[in-house]
């Protein structure tokens, strides 16, 4: 039988020629004024552009959105302009790509904005870090957002959206987890408000829905895809109470109404949750049956596990983060059984070519099966 990591999907509007997506990873290599991508980041991401779908690293939706250094955006026209280097790259190696539609809320700092709070649902400081100029510092108490900037930051986001189909992209994922702005308003920890956006498992949620429905009406729900981590703790400020897996059953509930929605990409625990109440331990195991849209998984996958999932009908596509930074061809190494090249982690976050586009890739004599390690 088929691997089935490498049969063709019809995902939204684009029909893909494999399974095996490239998942979004922060590489803060837009160093320059302007935080715009450059001829580097294009080389990055053309050389994994057989991946199914690529989904690029987060793009700040606006100025307030930012977090960490040498990120790009998508809110100006020099970042427009500097995306289009990247798509250009990219489809002219038949490839596919999205862009993430990114806010940090309060995992932010305020040497980003000017010496002012960042903002958030609730003035609750997460007590984490924040990657600034200076190096790490540690969170701040942010400014909870009026009603008015919600809706303010719901047509940043429609904005980004319009900015990244015009740089290119086949399409967009609202970042909604990992404990920024969105899965801020669905977490108790983060969100106390007492208005229309929060308490009710609908409140919490009404700012999330509210820009998925301006996103999708102005570029084409099948052009939209979310991302949702349910069982993040201990990390970003998160932390899961008896009421964190409800919300998101709640979103996925209300997700099948979006019959044409591009898909939904959850994340597997990523750090262990066998002793933390009310945690669900198999994210794709139990989102699986409540969702009926192409659901696509991540989150410490290799070839075999990958297969498995897909197989055992849990997922319909699994994005590999690490394994693609270091491994530009993963799609001929799965399909070959080659080697797995190891990933650096010192060079994550650095500028440059290190660590960033000169990992190895197959010679023409490797390119036949093996086993993998």
């Known amino acids: 039988m088929k691997n089935m990591l490498l049969k063709p999907i019809k995902v939204g509007h684009m029909e893909l020629p494999n399974r095996i997506f490239m998942s979004p990873m922060t590489r803060s290599r837009a160093d320059n004024p302007e935080n715009k991508a450059t001829p580097l980041i294009a080389e990055y991401y053309a050389q994994r552009a057989s991946a199914g779908l690529i989904i690029s690293e987060g793009s700040q939706v606006s100025k307030e959105a930012v ?45 980003f904005h000017d010496g002012k709070p960042p903002v958030a649902p609730s003035a609750i400081n997460p007590k984490d870090k924040a990657f600034t100029a200076e190096g790490f510092k540690n969170t701040v108490e942010p400014r909870a957002l009026t009603v008015a900037e919600i809706h303010n930051t719901t047509h940043d986001f429609r904005r980004a959206a319009q900015n990244a189909l015009a740089a290119g992209f086949d399409g967009v994922e609202i970042h909604s987890a990992n404990g920024y702005l969105f899965h801020q308003f669905f977490a108790n920890c983060a969100n106390t408000r007492t208005d229309e956006y929060g308490g009710s498992h609908e409140n919490k949620t009404r700012f ?33 109470d008896q009421d964190t897996i409800p919300t998101f059953e709640h979103i996925v509930e209300r997700l099948n ?37 192409k659901l696509i998984i991540n989150c410490g996958f290799r070839a ?3 297969k498995q999932v897909i197989e055992e009908g849990r997922a319909d596509a699994v994005a590999f983060g690490k394994a693609f930074l270091a491994n530009p061809d993963l799609v001929l190494r799965i399909a070959t059984g080659a080697k797995w090249n190891k990933w650096d982690e010192t060079t994550f976050y650095t500028a440059g070519p290190k660590g960033y586009t000169d990992y190895p890739i197959l010679e023409a004599e490797d390119r036949r099966p093996k086993t993998e390690d």
């Open 304 to 306: 075999e596990s990958g």
């Open 208 to 240: 999330f829905f509210e820009t998925l429905q301006e996103v999708g009406q102005a570029i084409g729900f099948d052009r939209v895809g979310v991302r949702l981590n349910p069982s993040a703790h201990g990390f970003f400020g998160i932390t899961i």
């Open 67 to 111: 977090g960490y250094i040498n990120t790009p955006g998508i809110y100006s026209p020099a970042q427009v302009e500097g995306w289009k280097l990247v798509t250009g790259a990219v489809h002219q190696k038949g490839g596919h790509i999205f862009c993430q539609l990114w806010h940090v809320g309060r995992i932010s700092h305020p040497d």
């Open 257 to 293: 109404n979006y019959s044409n929605l591009a898909y939904v990409h959850f994340t597997e625990p990523m750090a262990p949750v066998d002793n933390v109440p009310y945690a669900v331990k198999e994210v794709a195991k139990h989102f699986r049956p409540r969702y009926k849209g």
